[in-house]
């Protein structure tokens, strides 16, 4: 059993338990406490109280703690990287990598937050000095979905932290075990209530923590839907809201593309995590010319690939998340068909396993706007491809969309590339090279997904409040100032 992480330890309040699963097995791998209103006050509180001394403290200081916590998330990155397949499913490497991110990103955060607070401005007159001081906001609410559980905390925690902020984390009730198992991490390196984790389900101890007087910042990564909910909460408050919603990402294949690359890329970006990313290929448009070869190809890979239990070695895709992540994903794919797709691969859950959420990943063609699964983010691996008659074609269709978060291309034509990047709506435009992060680049979406940004400096702004200071160092009577009759009769001249 565990329980939530306040002040710097364990708070152990009586209450109901909710069951952490392994997608692979089905087991029970643990309890966590399903967290109440009171349970978030009592966060708050620490939050509160540990604030009053964290934002003073100097950056380097903070700097030099994130590089500590760095160093000891790298140290057990296999152990860490087995929790998370045990709870989440992800194939192991895909998990150990996401350690390794979440490390680099806290050195990254230490090393831009000691750099900057502000800007200096030109003054309008002489004698005076204006500056900016980026402040923190208070506490910061992080509410994460599973399927990064902790790179999507840190995005959030690094930049918060090292500017000033202090945070209470509720992890998604799928995946808690891998953030709550660093708080001995956070114990050695922070102050006791800097970094608090609470456990339990949205709609309670999340909308607790959106709703209570005393959080200054709610940041989310979750669905569109929960985005609204939580956005409606914030906007009654004039509360600050960071939103990184869903996503459902078009990938181009243009004809001069080299096809045995481009067929690797689509299959990784549309599968990877078994196709449960934000910036998961969505929706694949290919250039008539090579369509049926792309898509021979790419069947043909397809089959290679092995599902299995994330901790097998040989493992290329694991379980989806849940059992109604599952059935989603097949309503979706059933509709489509009866709406005229063909599955050319894939297409059902896997015989295979007696236990697990496996489902195959699946090749469909004949699919087009207007079917849910083309129009809505389908969170499983699915892989629709649709034929387009050149780059403008392309364009088009990857705009129709209400997302915004990432878009792919695999042309060497720079004309194409250049015209698909400035015109197509997304927060991430990656060519010949899909889905890679750089933590010095902002990451975010356009539209639904929710205008905000994490990563780069952007991420770093989301987390402070800009103050422009204006100092005068003399000290005098400004000839606009009471009585009026004399700053008219100087205008008057
Ligand atoms: P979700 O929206 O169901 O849940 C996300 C988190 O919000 C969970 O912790 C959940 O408990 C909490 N929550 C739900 N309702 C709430 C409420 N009313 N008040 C407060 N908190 C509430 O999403 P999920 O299924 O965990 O994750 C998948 C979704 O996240 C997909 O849509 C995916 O695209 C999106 N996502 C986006 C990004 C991004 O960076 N844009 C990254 C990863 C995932």
Redesign the pocket.
């Given at each position: 059993m565990k329980y939530h992480w306040i002040d710097g330890k364990w708070h152990k309040p009586k209450r109901e338990r909710i069951p952490v699963i392994d997608p692979a097995t089905e087991e029970i791998l643990d309890y966590v406490l399903r967290g109440t209103a009171e349970d978030a006050d009592a966060a708050v509180q620490a939050a509160r109280k540990a604030f009053r001394h964290w934002r003073w403290e100097p950056a380097i200081e903070k700097a030099q703690r994130l590089h500590r916590i760095a160093a000891e998330l790298r140290a057990r990155q296999k152990a860490l990287a087995t929790l998370m397949t045990r709870e989440g499913g992800k194939p192991w490497c895909e998990n150990r990598d996401e350690v390794e991110w979440v490390a680099a990103c806290f050195q990254y955060y230490a090393e831009v937050g000691r750099n900057s607070r502000g800007n200096s401005i030109p003054p309008v007159f002489r004698h005076q000095i204006n500056f900016t001081i980026k402040e923190p906001y208070g506490v910061v609410v992080g509410?994460?979905?599973?399927?990064?559980p902790l790179l999507?905390m840190v995005w959030k925690v690094a930049p918060a932290l090292i500017a000033g902020n202090t945070v209470i984390l509720?992890?998604?009730?799928e995946t808690p075990l891998s953030l709550l198992s660093l708080a001995d991490i956070f114990a050695r390196h922070l102050p006791p209530g800097v970094l608090n984790i609470v456990t339990g389900?949205?709609?309670e101890i999340?909308?607790a923590l959106?709703t209570h007087p005393g959080t200054d910042l709610i940041a989310?990564?979750?669905?569109v839907e929960?985005g609204k909910?939580?956005g409606q909460l914030c906007a009654a408050q004039i509360k600050k809201f960071h939103a990184?919603?869903?996503?459902n990402d078009p990938f181009i294949v243009c004809e001069d593309a080299d096809l045995d690359i481009a067929v690797r890329g689509c299959a990784w970006a549309a599968y990877l995590n078994t196709g449960q990313v934000?910036t998961g290929a969505k929706r694949i448009y290919v250039f008539d010319s090579i369509a049926d070869e792309f898509t021979r190809r790419i069947v043909k890979f397809t089959r290679s690939l092995r599902l299995g239990n994330g901790l097998a070695p040989r493992t290329d895709l694991g379980p989806m998340i849940n059992l109604r992540q599952l059935e989603d994903v097949h309503a979706r794919v059933e509709e489509a068909v009866r709406d005229g797709a063909r599955v050319l691969c894939g297409g059902r859950r896997s015989p295979k396993f007696k236990k697990g959420f496996f489902y195959e990943p699946t090749v469909m063609v004949n699919v087009h706007h207007g079917m849910r699964l083309v129009d809505t983010?389908t969170?499983g691996p699915i892989l629709p491809i649709m034929r387009v008659r050149d780059i403008d074609h392309a364009i088009e269709l990857a705009n129709d969309s209400r997302y915004g978060?990432g878009a792919n291309l695999y042309t060497n034509n720079l004309e194409w590339a250049m015209k698909a990047a400035e015109q197509i709506t997304a927060g991430t435009f990656w060519i010949n090279d899909p889905l890679t992060d750089n933590d010095a680049g902002p990451f975010g979406?356009m539209r639904q997904?929710g205008h905000c940004r994490e990563l780069g400096e952007e991420g770093l702004d989301e987390f402070r409040e800009t103050k422009h200071v204006h100092l005068d160092y003399r000290q005098e009577i400004k000839p606009y100032w009471y009585p009026y009759r004399r700053y008219n009769r100087l205008s008057a001249g």
């Open positions: 509410i994460l979905p599973w399927n990064y999507l509720k992890p998604s009730e389900y949205g709609e999340g909308e959106v989310l990564t979750g669905s929960t909910r939580v990184e919603l869903g996503g934000c983010e969170f978060l979406g997904t």
